[in-house]
């Protein structure tokens, strides 16, 4: 599953950090960071609605993301109405409410397909090839890893950096969604002045 990878606490909205170390807590087998101790308490009160809500802003969060617009289990069309449902902080559609029963019966099996399908889909407009958000410069020698973290690629120069990232996700999230950017501006301008 993935670590909680939002920068901002799962109760209020405000900024991780700005209240000291954010605490953090596994519910329902998911990772959940919180700006301060009132808000985990908080959160608690009611789980059914506070896991509805931050379902919600991550579903919403890692939609543009989604890397295909087909069933994970069949490779057919997702319908008029696919079920948007978050599983260990990630985003998944189903087709049905069968699908989705059976994603959640083997959620390890289904992210391993989603990240292959994240890494297939983001490799070509990637804005850093050459370097890993943790280390700087990507060697000719480094083992290259593309690991995935909320439905967005991120590649490092070793296994090292995984753990880094996995630590950290919002930080470098952060910086690989920048060159993102900057990569897809550099392509329009290309486009437009050949
Ligand atoms: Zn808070
Ligand atoms: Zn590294």
Same mark, same amino acid.
Not at 103 to 121: E, G, T
């Given at each position: 599953?993935?670590?909680?990878?939002?920068?901002?606490?799962?109760?209020?909205?405000?900024?991780?950090?700005?209240?000291?170390?954010?605490?953090?807590?596994?519910?329902?087998?998911?990772?959940?960071?919180?700006?301060?101790? @009132?808000?985990?308490? $908080?959160?608690? &009160?009611? #789980?059914?609605?506070?896991? =509805?809500?931050?379902? %919600?802003?991550?579903?919403?969060?890692?939609?543009?993301?989604?890397?295909?617009?087909?069933?994970?289990?069949?490779?057919?069309?997702?319908?008029?109405?696919?079920?948007?449902?978050?599983?260990?902080?990630?985003?998944?559609?189903?087709?049905?409410?069968?699908?989705?029963? @059976?994603?959640?019966? $083997?959620?390890? &099996?289904? #992210?391993?397909?989603?990240? =292959?399908?994240?890494? %297939?889909?983001?490799?070509?407009?990637?804005?850093?090839?050459?370097?890993?958000?943790?280390?700087?410069?990507?060697?000719?020698?480094?083992?290259?890893?593309?690991?995935?973290?909320?439905?967005?690629?991120?590649?490092?120069?070793?296994?090292?950096?995984?753990?880094?990232?996995?630590?950290?996700?919002?930080?470098?999230?952060?910086?690989?969604?920048?060159?993102?950017?900057?990569?897809?501006?550099?392509?329009?301008?290309?486009?437009?002045?050949?």
């Amino acid at each position: 599953m993935d670590r909680y990878y939002l920068g901002v606490c799962a109760w209020c909205g405000g900024r991780l950090g700005i209240w000291g170390e954010a605490p953090e807590q596994i519910i329902q087998g998911r990772q959940l960071r919180y700006c301060r101790e @009132e808000c985990q308490r $908080d959160f608690g &009160r009611d #789980i059914v609605e506070s896991t =509805r809500r931050i379902d %919600a802003i991550m579903i919403a969060d890692q939609a543009p993301y989604y890397p295909v617009e087909v069933s994970l289990l069949t490779g057919r069309s997702l319908g008029s109405q696919p079920i948007d449902f978050v599983w260990g902080n990630r985003l998944f559609r189903a087709a049905s409410t069968e699908e989705q029963s @059976e994603i959640l019966a $083997d959620p390890a &099996r289904f #992210i391993r397909i989603l990240d =292959r399908h994240v890494v %297939a889909a983001q490799t070509p407009t990637y804005g850093m090839p050459r370097k890993c958000p943790v280390q700087g410069d990507i060697l000719p020698s480094d083992a290259v890893i593309d690991i995935v973290v909320a439905n967005r690629m991120i590649r490092v120069c070793c296994g090292r950096c995984v753990l880094a990232v996995k630590a950290r996700p919002y930080q470098y999230l952060g910086m690989v969604e920048y060159a993102n950017r900057q990569a897809g501006q550099q392509h329009q301008s290309d486009i437009r002045s050949p």
